[in-house]
């Protein structure tokens, strides 16, 4: 089987996949992080709501952010080259590597009903 251009998908739909990719992939991104893992390069911390102090009083962001930073929530917690990463991500598993599977599984299919005759 030959890898040719009619594997690559059309400009519109890749762009779709890839805008989606690059901004719905951070977000859910952001629910892994805040309960599996944490970046240390990059880091993008948008902080949901101002917390409470452990006393219960109000207190500034940047103090909290400083002092306390265990006790945020984040709206979003990922980094710069997540967003990147997932629009390509998105658009080889959602638009290309299907068309390369049933091109590959059509050629066997094909051989198969060849070779059976």
């Given at each position: 089987m ?5 594997i690559?998908?059309?400009p519109i739909?890749?762009?779709?996949l ?6 719905v ?7 892994h ?5 944490e ?5 993008i ?10 006393q ?6 940047p ?8 006790h945020?929530?984040y709206?979003?917690?990922t ?8 629009g390509?991500a ?11 599977i ?5 050629s066997?299919?094909?051989a ?6």
């Open positions: 030959i890898i040719n251009s009619n690559l998908p059309r739909p890749a762009l779709k890839a805008l989606t990719g690059a901004t992939g951070p977000l859910v991104d952001s629910l992080n805040q309960c599996l893992l970046y240390q390069k990059a880091m911390d948008i902080p949901a709501v101002a917390p409470l102090t452990p219960g009083g109000a207190s500034s962001l103090d909290i952010m400083i002092q306390q930073s265990d945020l929530f709206l979003i917690r980094s710069w080259y997540v967003p990147p990463l997932l390509v998105y658009l080889v598993l959602g638009a290309i590597l299907p068309r390369i049933s091109r590959l599984l059509a066997t299919v094909g198969q009903d060849d070779g059976g005759t």
